[in-house]
């Protein structure tokens, strides 16, 4: 009896757990695709001031957001993102906005693939 | 390198504590469902290890959960007749009354030479010496011999059952340590103990080995560098 309380808490802990990450991932991926979203429209603006110092922001959010999807995501999968990310300040200091809107484009797209992939959805699972 | 060794170890930690928590019944005979989650087990374990890309709980969290289902499913089985046949499956009788069933055999995949190295397994020789033999559930052969053939015990003479018959003898001091609990289940007292090593002019720490029944009749065996011999009462 002793080792099915045991076990019974263990898996209430995984399940609580599971929760918990899931809805992190979601809610840090649902802030970091508002950020790509908010820097789209700068781009379209043409605003290259404020661009710079948000394209900085942006990278420095998705390191934090790095720091803990690494804990239970593969950090492979994560390392395209960071190159994406880090290319970001530099291009929009030397003006290169069209480069800019390209790589912001490819981030959301890697972001979207990464939160489907790790979301329990039935094509994922099988 | 520093990285893989810690994972390693907190991955051996867990998967021993996750053993230990299946019981003793994972490190005997397994059941189907046991060896599975064993062979899971063991190739979860190597993920983490061998790539430093897989986050640890990717390792641990898949390990924590099959132990843990694997504890559920015993508890549901053990409760339940009809889940334990599904899980575990049921016993299959191939030898009947002296008689080989071939159909079940051939059910089970079991040729005459695995019958007849499970029988030997037995220290059975002779198929003609089995009157029953049951292919258990964990795949192991149980084997019932005909009368003519089992080994002769007290009760088939009808010998009485001598006086001093008690459980066996169990360690008591273990490389100088005192075991309470054996002394207990002897019935004997600390006192008891060290008024024999007095009796033979040693102390606690002195002794490698002392067995002892509840007869108090023991066998005490000195650490080498007394220079002392062995001693044997009852």
């Known amino acids: ?126 | 390198m520093l990285i893989l060794s810690i994972r390693t170890l907190v991955l051996y930690l867990v998967i021993v504590s996750g053993l230990r928590l299946m019981g003793k019944r994972q490190l005997g005979e397994l059941q189907p469902s046991e060896l599975v989650v064993t062979i899971l087990i063991s190739n979860l374990a190597t993920l983490p290890i061998e790539e430093t890309s897989v986050p640890l709980l990717g390792g641990v969290g898949p390990i924590l959960l099959l132990v843990c289902f694997e504890v559920v499913v015993s508890w549901i089985s053990l409760k339940s007749r009809r889940a334990r046949k599904i899980i575990s499956g049921q016993p299959v009788t191939v030898i009947q009354d002296g008689k080989i069933m071939e159909d079940r055999l051939r059910d089970l995949r079991f040729s005459l030479d695995d019958l007849m190295e499970e029988l030997r397994q037995n220290s059975v020789f002779d198929i003609r010496d089995v009157e029953y033999a049951v292919v258990e559930t964990n795949g192991k052969l149980s084997v019932h011999q005909r009368y003519g053939a089992r080994p002769l015990t007290p009760d088939m003479i009808g010998m009485p059952k001598p006086g001093d018959d008690c459980p066996p003898p169990v360690v008591v001091i273990s490389d100088g340590e005192l075991l309470a609990q054996s002394l207990l289940s002897c019935g004997l007292k600390r006192s008891w103990v060290e008024k024999q090593l007095r009796r033979h002019n040693l102390t606690l720490e002195e002794v490698f080995l002392m067995i002892c029944d509840r007869n108090a009749s023991y066998f005490l065996l000195p650490k080498e560098k007394t220079g002392k011999k062995a001693v044997k009462k009852g």
């Not at chain 1, 080792?3 to 399940?15: K, S, Y």
């Not at chain 1, 970091?32 to 990278?59: F, S, T």
């Not at chain 1, 999807?69 to 960071?82: A, G, K, Q, V, Y």
């Open chain 1, 1 to 126: 009896m002793k080792r099915l309380v045991i076990a019974l808490t263990i898996l209430a802990v995984l399940v609580g757990a599971n929760i918990y990450t899931h809805s992190l991932l979601d809610r840090t991926g649902m802030e970091m695709m508002e950020q790509i979203e908010y820097l789209e429209k700068l781009v379209n603006r043409n605003e290259a001031d404020h661009l710079v110092q948000q394209c900085g922001a942006l990278q420095q959010k998705w390191l934090e957001t790095e720091g803990i999807w690494c804990r239970f995501m593969r950090s492979d999968r994560l390392e395209p993102i960071t190159i994406a990310a880090a290319r970001l300040p530099a291009l929009a200091q030397h003006g290169q906005t069209a480069d800019v809107a390209a790589e912001l484009c490819e981030l959301r797209i890697m972001l979207g693939e990464v939160l489907s992939f790790e979301s329990p959805s039935f094509s994922d699972i099988f």
